[in-house]
C-alpha cells in the first residue's frame, strides 16, 4: 500500500503542478490577447487615419489637375490673345 498511496500522492501533486501551469499559461494567454486587441484598435486608427490623408491629397491632385488644365488653356490661347492686343494684322 505505501507504493500505491506514493504514486497517487505524486499523481496528485503532478496534477495540482499542471492545474498551476494551465492557469499561468492562460492568464499569459489573457494578458497577449489583450495586447494584442490594443494594437489591433491602434492600427485601425492609424489606417483610418491614412486613408483620410490619402483622401485629401487625392482630393488637392484633383484640383491641381484642374488648375492645369485651365493653365494649359489659357497659354494655348495666349499668343493669339497677345497678338489680338497689340493689334497685330496679318
Avoid at 499523481?11 to 494584442?36: G, P, R
Amino acid at each position: 500500500m505505501d507504493r500505491l498511496e506514493q504514486a497517487v500522492t505524486s499523481l496528485l501533486e503532478t496534477q495540482i503542478a499542471m492545474q498551476h501551469q494551465l492557469t499561468v499559461s492562460q492568464a499569459n494567454f489573457q494578458t497577449q490577447m489583450t495586447k494584442l486587441a490594443e494594437r489591433q484598435v491602434d492600427n485601425d486608427k492609424r489606417w483610418f487615419e491614412i486613408r483620410e490623408e490619402l483622401n485629401q491629397v487625392i482630393m488637392t491632385q484633383s484640383n491641381h489637375t484642374k488648375i492645369l488644365e485651365r493653365l494649359t488653356e489659357l497659354l494655348q490661347d495666349l499668343p493669339e490673345r497677345v497678338k489680338e492686343k497689340v493689334g497685330f494684322k496679318p
